[in-house]
């Protein structure tokens, strides 16, 4: 059977049932349960540490009233950083490859934090679509521009996700086959290929974590807008 490099993208499947559940639950199983050393084991002071430092950027941005959406932000993160850093590995699936799932959680965080700031201050949220000082005869054009980049947010987020990570697995893919393709043939265009595949990765990395934290970012700054 021929593979494609976009064959790393589909939905693993076992006996039918697709395993896209499982994967998002795994991530799960490598942080630590409480037990009698919760408070003195490194592993968990570590944990505790990063969470509180993802929190606390998370909510500089928020004023107090924001702060109730503390916990959801801060797993969303959590989750995404896991996920995108476990797609990493080899022979792993990386569930934020799929448009679907990054559109299954940007569009109903951003329609609740929308619904949010119709319910708390109808006005101010309606206000946003008509910048204050507009002339009169641009009034309609402004309302539709502004309306289309309001309903455009949560695409953008999960386009954004979706194709900075695709982008990366396919990079490495590419180069990782031509380094293997090249080792009879030119050993030393293998190795230097070998090196920038490092590179590639150490960058893959950083990826993973920065679109992790932008995802939720933005979140956080359209809740600002509406609370």
Not at 63 to 87: C, D, Q, Y
């Amino acid at each position: 059977m021929n593979l494609s490099f976009f064959d790393q993208f589909s939905s693993p499947h076992l006996l039918g049932i697709p395993l896209v559940l499982l994967s998002l639950l795994f991530p799960a199983l490598l942080f630590p349960s409480p037990g009698n050393r919760w408070i003195n084991n490194r592993l968990s002071t570590l944990q505790l540490w990063l969470l509180h430092l993802i929190t606390k950027q998370l909510m500089i941005p928020l004023n107090k009233n924001g702060h109730k959406w503390a916990l959801m932000l801060t797993s969303l993160m959590t989750m995404l950083l896991t996920i995108n850093l476990l797609g990493l590995l080899p022979y792993t699936f990386t569930p934020t490859t799929q448009l679907s799932m990054n559109m299954a959680l940007a569009f109903p965080l951003w329609l609740a934090t929308l619904l949010t700031g119709l319910r708390n201050k109808p006005s101010a949220s309606l206000a946003h679509l008509l910048p204050e000082g507009t002339p009169t005869p641009l009034i309609p054009a402004l309302i539709l521009i502004e309306t289309t980049s309001l309903l455009i947010r949560p695409l953008a987020l999960g386009v954004r996700l979706t194709a900075n990570l695709t982008a990366g697995h396919l990079l490495i893919q590419l180069i990782s086959t031509a380094s293997i393709a090249l080792m009879p043939i030119l050993p030393a265009v293998s190795i230097l290929t070998m090196a920038i595949l490092l590179l590639l990765t150490i960058l893959e990395v950083a990826v993973a974590m920065i679109q992790a934290y932008v995802f939720v970012l933005l979140l956080s700054l359209y809740l600002q807008e509406n609370i």
